[in-house]
Nanobody, 116 residues
């Protein structure tokens, strides 16, 4: 069983920055694919960024050049550095992992609100 706990959300002005963290309680973190998703009110949950166990990354077009996903295997933590935040980045951000056994897990989410 894996538990994912996100932190770092909050209220920020447009143009500002936030860094989200996701702590993975499992023993296979270094082998997990990790990702951040977000869900705005009334919209579906979408992939924001992902990082493989080898460090390869992918991003949604809407965040390329502004967001950076990274991982620290020594701390069982994945990060999402968000810069140049826009109003449309307002959403609940969720951490998700895929373990080597093929199981997906979600975190509980953290709210990010960007104000004008």
């Amino acid at each position: 069983q894996v538990q994912l706990v996100e932190s770092g959300g909050g209220l920020v002005q447009a143009g500002g920055s936030l860094r989200l963290s996701c702590l993975d309680s499992g023993s296979t973190f270094r082998f997990n694919f990790m990702a951040w998703y977000r869900q705005a009110p009334g919209k579906q949950r979408d992939l924001v960024a992902g990082i493989s166990s080898g460090g390869s990354t992918n991003y949604a077009d809407s965040v390329k050049g502004r967001f950076t996903i990274s991982r620290d295997n020594g701390k069982n933590t994945v990060y999402l550095q968000m810069n140049s935040l826009k109003l449309e980045d307002t959403a609940v951000y969720y951490c998700r992992c895929l373990t080597p056994s093929g199981n997906w897990y979600w975190g509980q989410g953290t709210q990010v609100t960007v104000s004008s």
